[in-house]
């Protein structure tokens, strides 16, 4: 069973506690009209959790710029 520390969405913790991360799912999914930033909201998740229905497998945090 795969864990959100395998999804995409994910991104290391500003805490920097390595067992917890952001999940960064509902950035990914604003419409292109959307500008700015300011209305994004992540939250932190423990790396071992189970994963949703937003699960995507993938690594996507370290292009992370491409995000910003
Ligand atoms: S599985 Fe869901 S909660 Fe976990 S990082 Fe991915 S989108 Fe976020």
Request: aromatic residues 4%; proline residues 7%.
């Amino acid at each position: 069973m795969p864990t959100c520390k395998e999804c995409k969405h994910i991104t290391p913790s500003p805490t920097g506690d390595p067992s917890k991360g952001i999940c960064i799912q509902a950035r990914t999914k604003l419409p292109d009209s959307q500008k700015t930033s300011t209305a994004i909201k992540g939250k932190m998740i423990s790396k071992s959790s189970d994963i949703c229905e937003f699960f995507e497998k993938g690594e996507s945090w370290k292009d992370i710029r491409e995000l910003i």
